[in-house]
T-cell receptor, first 113, second 111 residues
Framework: NAGVTQTPKFQVLKTGQSMTLQCAQDMNHNSMYWYRQDPGMGLRLIYYSASEGTTDKGEVPNGYNVSRLNKREFSLRLESAAPSQTSVYFC????????????FGDGTRLSIL | SQQGEEDPQALSIQEGENATMNCSYKTSINNLQWYRQNSGRGLVHLILIRSNEREKHSGRLRVTLDTSKKSSSLLITASRAADTASYFCATASSRDDKIIFGKGTRLHILP
């Protein structure tokens, strides 16, 4: 089982460039999440999708858009990257049945110059 | 602001001692989860405690939950060098599907 797969693993962008981070899970999970983690900080929720076709804002949604393409895939888009968006981005998913832990991808390290 | 807040922010103890870290949260939850993260790595799930549970054990880990105080604690007994990591609590809201993390506790086990 691949679990949660994030691509790319590393990316360097220039300020103003756009980029889409991809996330796919093969566990038939309903809910998917995007987080960012800055140095010395916990994970902050950007957006989440409780089910296919729905998306909701998290704690820090500004500057990002998301798309729940189908049940497997949940992408995160930076339309105009800013240095403040330099971070490690994690995708996670959770089964539909209750009280289960999140499954995380390995993260994408994104640097904005 | 983040839902879960861990305390202390950093903790250094001698190998073999017990380590306790706490998590406080603000709203109603379905469950509370603890994760470990080694430096530069991803998150590893440790234990999940449901809102109707008060205590849970897994190996050397013991988690308590007090919903009246909106707080949880993680106890690691007989600590080992390999336990050096950051530990995070995450709360699953009972109102929506949000799962929010705290800022974490950095645990350092001294040889």
């Amino acid at each position: 089982n691949a679990g949660v797969t994030q691509t790319p693993k590393f990316q360097v962008l220039k300020t103003g460039q756009s980029m889409t981070l991809q996330c796919a899970q093969d566990m038939n999970h309903n809910s998917m999440y995007w987080y960012r983690q800055d140095p010395g900080m916990g994970l902050r929720l950007i957006y989440y999708s409780a089910s296919e076709g729905t998306t909701d804002k998290g704690e820090v949604p500004n500057g990002y858009n998301v798309s729940r393409l189908n049940k497997r895939e949940f992408s995160l888009r930076l339309e105009s990257a800013a240095p403040s968006q330099t971070s490690v981005y994690f995708c996670a998913s959770v089964p539909a049945w209750g009280n289960q832990p999140q499954h995380f991808g390995d993260g994408t390290r994104l640097s904005i110059l | 602001s983040q839902q879960g807040e861990e305390d202390p922010q950093a903790l250094s103890i001698q190998e073999g001692e017990n380590a306790t870290m706490n998590c406080s949260y603000k709203t109603s939850i379905n469950n509370l989860q603890w994760y470990r993260q080694n430096s530069g790595r991803g998150l590893v799930h440790l234990i999940l405690i449901r809102s109707n549970e008060r205590e849970k054990h897994s190996g050397r880990l013991r988690v308590t939950l007090d919903t009246s105080k909106k707080s949880s604690s993680l106890l690691i007994t007989a600590s080992r060098a390999a336990d050096t990591a950051s530990y995070f609590c995450a709360t699953a809201s009972s109102r929506d599907d949000k799962i929010i993390f705290g800022k974490g506790t950095r645990l350092h086990i001294l040889p």
